[in-house]
């Protein structure tokens, strides 16, 4: 059937295909291709809002038109040969072993040299200069933030203000264990946000202190590992205002998923109010570890402070995932005594484990991530909470001498 229609076609034209035709569709064709590539970003990068971000959507683009130019002319050539010199017309199969002559020699070297100058030319020398810009991270920095990956969170501290907190996943567990309805930003929302100026140079510093970890924000075209003993770096720079959404880009354990970053970018003058709202609520912070808190204060307190850093690996209930992560409820090292009789603290006790950790395990240490109220706080309510009765406490300014 197919060849009596082309039987057809050739007694019309002569046995031409109407070239004339061809380049005017594929032209329009092309045309059209940035346009789809950058209609609302539905169908390609998310909306690119720093330089590198920007430069990184050209180049895809530049590559996706320069792949579609040459699949659509490699095969138009070929389907052409294919009807134009089929056998059904006449023609017959040439019979060569190899290129001998010059012309075959010429038809040889000719696409391998038109290869090379778009690898090498038209795709390699964007790719190497973008490359160069991505990692030049201290010309022109006008801050610096140290991003810190730990299992299942982040760390941010800006080294010149003095400014470092926590930043853990927000979404209620109700909706990961599917007792509510997921909303709007399901495991992509954080208690504390970074907060960056627009149009200021920041070089990022990222490490980790148990396995490696991946800070990536889409819309600013950064993906970097944080590998524990390593200090590597990148660059930002946001050009527009808003709240831009990221994750942990690395399998880094059992709550990999719940690891969202959170950038809110805002004028020069609302993050330097910002930034002395937060040396302000660190200094309160620091302050309250030379009161004397109450036993329900304290275990108020640090309900709050074990559902954001804890709940992960002991379970909200406290009975942990054996053997990777040992049940609190009833465990023998929170029923030991809290401190040796001297003050001090006892080797592989419930406050040793929480403040130092233990090497080997999943058990981190807290010492410089948690303050003294806030360690003060879990460790009082681990002792009271999850059928443990041990009726003691520990008071912030205990914490702050054992430091």
């Known amino acids: 059937m197919a060849s009596r229609v082309f039987q057809k076609h050739n007694e019309k034209t002569g046995g031409e295909l109407p070239a004339n035709r061809l380049p005017r569709r594929l032209f329009a064709a092309f045309a059209l291709l940035p346009c789809i590539a950058s209609a609302e970003y539905k169908f390609n990068f998310p909306e690119p809002v720093t330089p590198i971000a920007r430069e990184t959507l050209h180049i895809h683009n530049e590559f996706m038109l320069i792949i579609t130019i040459l699949f659509v002319v490699v095969f138009a050539i070929m389907i052409y040969s294919m009807i134009r010199h089929r056998k059904s017309v006449g023609h017959q199969p040439a019979k060569f072993t190899g290129p001998t002559g010059k012309l075959q020699w010429f038809w040889a070297l000719v696409p391998f040299a038109i290869l090379l100058f778009i690898d090498f030319i038209l795709m ?126 690395e399998l880094c354990g059992k709550d990999h998923g719940f690891m969202p970053v959170v950038v809110h970018a805002v004028p020069e003058p609302e993050y330097l109010a910002w930034l002395e709202a937060k040396k302000a609520e660190a200094k309160a912070a620091a302050g309250g570890a030379d009161r004397t808190w109450s036993s329900d204060e304290l275990i108020a307190s640090g309900k709050e402070v074990y559902e954001k850093q804890c709940a992960s690996c002991h379970q909200p209930n406290g009975q942990g995932l054996p053997p990777a992560f040992p049940a609190l409820a009833g465990s023998p090292i929170i029923k030991g005594p809290l401190l040796g009789k001297d003050g001090k603290i006892l080797k592989d006790s419930h406050v040793d484990r929480v403040i130092n950790g233990k090497a080997g395990t999943a058990m981190q240490a807290f010492r410089n991530t948690l303050s003294d109220v806030e360690l003060a706080a879990v460790i009082t309510y681990e002792r009271n909470s999850f059928g443990n009765r041990q009726g003691d406490m520990i008071q912030p300014a205990q914490i702050k001498a054992l430091r």
């Not at 991505?134 to 010309?139: I, L, R, S, V």
């Not at 801050?143 to 400014?163: D, F, H, I, R, S």
Request: one cysteine or more; hydrophobic letters at 40%.
């Open 124 to 249: 390699g020398i964007p790719a190497v200069q973008a490359i160069i810009t991505m990692e030049d991270t201290k010309t022109r920095a006008d801050m610096v933030l140290k991003v810190t990956g730990m299992q299942w969170k982040w760390q941010y501290e800006y080294p010149e203000a003095g400014v470092k907190f926590i930043s853990t996943l927000s979404t209620p567990r109700d909706q990961i264990s599917n007792a509510e309805s997921k909303g709007e930003n399901y495991l992509l929302e954080v208690d504390n946000p970074v907060v960056l100026p627009v149009g200021k140079k920041v070089r990022v510093l990222l490490t980790s202190t148990d396995v490696i970890h991946t800070w990536w924000v889409p819309q600013f075209g950064v993906k970097r590992d944080a590998v524990p003993g390593f200090l590597r770096e990148t660059w930002v720079l946001i050009e527009k205002p808003g709240i831009y959404r990221g994750q942990c880009a």
